[in-house]
C-alpha cells in the first residue's frame, strides 16, 4: 500500500508523462503512462485518502496534471464546483491537448448530468 505522499508523487509523474507523449504524438508511450495511471487510480480509489490527495492534485500549479484530478472528480460525481472551476482555467489558460481534455471532460459531464 502507497502512503498518501507517494500516491500524489506517482500519480503527478503518471499525469506529466501522459501529456508530454501527447503533445509529441506519440501514442505509444501516452498509453504506457495513461493505464498506469487508470491502475493506480483503481487500487487506491477506496483508501481513504484517495479523494483528499486527489483535491491536493487539483491545485496542482501544472494545470495539466489538475485537469487529470479533477475529469477524475467529474467522473465520480464529486467535488464538482472546484473541479469544474479547475477545468474551466484549465481551457482559458493553457492550449493543445491539455485545453481540450479539459473542454471534452467538460463536454461529457455537462451531458451526462445537465451541469448539475
Sequence with gaps: ???KSNFVEKYIKYCKESLKAMEKGDS???NRYAKRL????KQYENEK???EALNEIMDNEDLGVASFAASEFLRRNSNT???ERVLKKVMQETSGVTAFGAEM???IWYERTNGK
Design 1 to 3: 500500500m502507497l502512503e
Design 28 to 30: 505509444r508511450t501516452n
Design 38 to 41: 487508470n491502475s493506480l487510480e
Design 49 to 51: 485518502y484517495y479523494l
Design 81 to 83: 464546483e472546484k473541479a
Design 105 to 107: 471532460a467538460l463536454k
